[in-house]
């Protein structure tokens, strides 16, 4: 885990597409997602609404928050941020309900695979089953943690992994990260639910970059255009996934781009460094800085994809919220790029249920 420093602005020299929010992709390319209770609503375009009733924030008590995510327990003093609730413009999310989540994947393997944002996730929906029925175990063996709700036979995993792609420490001395090789992909398989997630490790630079060369083929590269090399490490996972993936058993999704918040020129107030002191979220349904340049890669490793995967697009909806990081109340560090549990994670986590539920 780590705070992302890395200097957006530097990254944002592409001029991008921007693309409807949610597709759902397959062979014949991107096609929009419909149902016919929603017609046309894409979950993704929408803003955040204050909740005047006690039913957020979702859970009060979670007995497994990281301690760096747990801003309650570490003192933020306001509550604003947990009473938002994300509301699309074209229709609502279903309100969450565990006990119809823990039912429906009775005796089933639901996995996030990534980075911290991962785990991020991985933690709010944990609560939010919890909150539903408290009969759980955790345990963490290596890199993996995994929450069981015995009652219902039903494991919960985050299973770290930055890159998706093998980094590996050749006895040479070097740290190569393999852009075309994915040798730990035995853990992802026999999973009825996926949710992969990878991008900020990507943009590291200086003390925070963990690897000294790429590797494509044979070949290494001391540097690289970081979108080039995230796009053939994300076709790698993209092939394996087609390959070894059968869409019958398993859900996959791939959880979008997750904002940080450390110039405030991005949202109009050049005079802010970093989220410290935000209490509110940015009001609206857009955002007034640039699309991140991962978003466009994602979209297009995903829509040449056979297998669909399903984007969980949470640029715009994270963008929004400079005030949902655990900022100061992390323990230690300023940190505008996680996310406080209870908090944002959990509109994530509704708007998979309501995916479920439509799909
Ligand atoms: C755990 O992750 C590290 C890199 O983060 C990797 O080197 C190691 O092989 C992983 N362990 C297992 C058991 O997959
Ligand atoms: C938790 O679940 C297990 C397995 O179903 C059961 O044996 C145990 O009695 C349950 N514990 C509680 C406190 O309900
Ligand atoms: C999935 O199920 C459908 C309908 O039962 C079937 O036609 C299709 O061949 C199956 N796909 C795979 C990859 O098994
Ligand atoms: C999609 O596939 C086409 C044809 O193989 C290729 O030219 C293009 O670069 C791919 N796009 C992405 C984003 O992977």
């Given at each position: 885990m780590g705070v992302w420093s890395h200097d957006l602005r530097l990254l944002l020299l592409n001029v991008l597409l921007l693309f409807p929010s949610l597709y759902l992709v397959n062979a014949e390319g991107p096609k929009e997602q419909r149902s016919e209770s929603s017609e046309s609503c894409d979950f993704f375009e929408g803003s955040w609404v204050e909740v005047e009733d006690d039913s957020y924030p979702?859970?009060?008590?979670?007995p497994f928050i990281d301690a760096g995510l747990n801003c309650q327990k570490n003192g933020r003093p306001d509550k604003l941020y947990l009473k938002y609730k994300?509301?699309?413009?074209?229709?609502?999310?279903?309100?969450?309900d565990g006990e119809a989540f823990l039912q429906r994947f009775r005796g089933k393997k639901?996995?996030?695979?990534?980075?911290?944002?991962?785990?991020?996730?991985?933690?709010?929906?944990?609560?939010?089953?919890?909150?539903?029925?408290?009969?759980?175990?955790?345990?963490?063996?290596?890199n993996r943690s995994i929450l069981s709700f015995p009652d219902y036979e039903l494991d919960v995993t985050f299973l770290k992994n930055g890159f998706l792609v093998d980094l590996v420490h050749e006895e040479s001395g070097g740290r190569v990260l393999k852009l075309d090789s994915l040798s730990r992909s035995k853990q992802w398989e026999d999973v009825d639910m996926l949710i992969f997630n990878s991008y900020h490790w990507w943009m590291h630079t200086g003390n925070l970059q963990t690897w000294d060369y790429f590797q494509v083929g044979e070949k290494l590269y001391k540097e690289m255009d970081r979108m080039d090399a995230y796009k053939i490490a994300l076709t790698t996972w993209a092939n394996w996934v087609d390959s070894n993936i059968d869409p019958n058993k398993t859900k996959v999704f791939f959880q979008g781009i997750s904002a940080v918040h450390y110039h405030g020129n991005e949202w109009n107030e050049p005079a802010v460094q970093d989220c410290r002191h935000q209490t509110?979220?940015?009001?609206?349904?857009?955002?007034?800085?640039?699309?991140?340049?991962?978003?466009?890669?994602?979209?297009?490793?995903?829509?040449?994809?056979?297998?669909?995967?399903?984007?969980?697009?949470?640029?715009?909806?994270?963008?929004?919220?400079?005030?949902?990081?655990?900022?100061?109340?992390?323990?230690?560090v300023v940190d505008c790029s996680h996310w406080c549990v209870a908090g944002v994670p959990d509109s994530w986590n509704q708007i998979l249920y309501s995916i479920l539920i439509q799909n």
């Open positions: 979702l859970y009060e008590e979670c994300w509301q699309p413009t074209h229709c609502d999310l279903h309100r969450f639901i996995m996030f695979v990534g980075d911290s944002l991962s785990n991020n996730q991985w933690q709010s929906l944990g609560c939010m089953l919890y909150a539903a029925n408290s009969n759980c175990t955790l345990v963490r063996k290596g509110k979220p940015i009001e609206g349904s857009s955002f007034p800085g640039e699309r991140y340049p991962g978003e466009a890669v994602v979209k297009g490793v995903l829509g040449n994809m056979t297998n669909s995967v399903y984007l969980l697009d949470i640029a715009l909806l994270t963008q929004l919220r400079k005030d949902g990081h655990p900022s100061t109340y992390a323990g230690g």
